[in-house]
């Protein structure tokens, strides 16, 4: 894990903000960029394969409300089911992005539960680290993959908190902290916050940062949520550096006894 105090640092750069929010499933790009703004987030992800950053020259692009002079675009290859195409999908992310290095790599399982596919994604990650790419990876929670990933040369890791857009928070908090103790590179939850408690737990468990895109623009109010999660994640983090209170089996009053009059 990193030091405690800096700001989030991602492949040697810095960022101030904690949360990393995607860009699809908005209303339209307006929103976007309303809810963007709002969360406060330096790095916007979005789906080589669903958006369009330059692909059509004739349409609408996402760099119109979301420029790369104002934030990091993260390439990501959401929708590729094998290593192939994941990686083919960030080498033309690369060339529409100017040589940008620092990409989102996923391989999913299969349509219904989006769940990594890990021999694909560990296989995919050593084809991009060896091509010069600054991978951040979505994975399982399985501590020992997590580790084949930063072994491999990956800057980040991601473990899923549940599965892609279900909006079910940490089902398994105690993996998390496994990855998070053995970790020499940032660890963020990537998939299934639902609301700002889940970001907050997430941070308070001592992850790095917390990606989310569903939990945002799938609120009645995606604005006020993306505020909602900027706050909760700096909530979060406070909370872990702060240390909580040890949990008792006993009450213990919040005021002092000794010295009372009787």
Known sequence: MQNQE?????????????LLVGSGKYRDLEQTREATEASGADIITVAIRRVNIGQDPNAPSLLDVV??????????TAGCYNAKDAVYTLQLARELLGGHKLVKLEVLGDEKTLFPNMPETLKAAETLVRDGFDVMVYCSDDPIQARMLEEIGCVAVMPLASLIGSGMGILNPWNLSLIIEQAKVPVLVDAGVGTASDAAIAMELGCDGVLMNSAIAGARDPVRMARAMKLAVEAGREAFLAGRMPRKFAASPSSPMAGRAT
């Open 6 to 18: 800096q700001g989030l640092t991602i492949a040697g750069k810095t960022y101030r903000s904690r």
């Open 67 to 76: 420029p790369p002079t104002k934030y990091t675009i993260l390439p990501n």
